[in-house]
């Protein structure tokens, strides 16, 4: 058993014989490569996404810069929105059916390219750190936690909206 529930042989029975060829300790560098050599395509798909997503996110900052010592509304509507939307799709498709198909392509395309592209921790990060001066030491701790604290409750919401939607369907085959 691996630690990477997508390279697990219990949950995907053809990877075995793949997975005990491996070393367990295969860099994570080497396993990206191989999803890549599997399938080119959700490569592509995740490019794509991410470059949309990005493209989103800095015509957003582009419009509405954030000011140098206040709270940096663009980037916090941004992860916020972000972190509700993944919370909202994840949980949408995993009540929908297994991690297989147009799901998992959703996923990575939407979740991993889009809202990854969408959402940013180093913008984030910098930021934050730009603030912790003497003088905007308190605005740069609330925003900190603030955004934590907030990105964590919107994916939740997101959860549970999708939770309500789409009722307690069973998860992934699973008697719910």
Known sequence: MTDDPELDPELDPELAPRLESDSAATP??????????????????????????TLVRAALETAAPAAPAGVPWTTLVINVVGSLLLGLLLESLTRTGPDEGWRRTA????????????????????????????????????????????GVAAAAVGYRLARRVLGRAPVSGQAG
Do not use: H, K, N, W
């Open 107 to 150: 996923r990575l395309g939407l979740g991993t390219g889009v809202l990854g592209g969408f959402t940013t921790y180093s913008t984030f990060a910098v930021e934050t750190v730009g603030r912790l001066t003497p003088q905007t030491m308190a605005v740069g701790l609330s925003y900190a936690v603030g955004s934590v604290v907030l």
């Open 28 to 53: 994570p560098a080497r396993r990206v490569g191989g999803v890549l050599r599997r399938s080119p395509l959700l490569a592509v798909v995740i490019f794509v996404g991410g470059a949309c997503g």
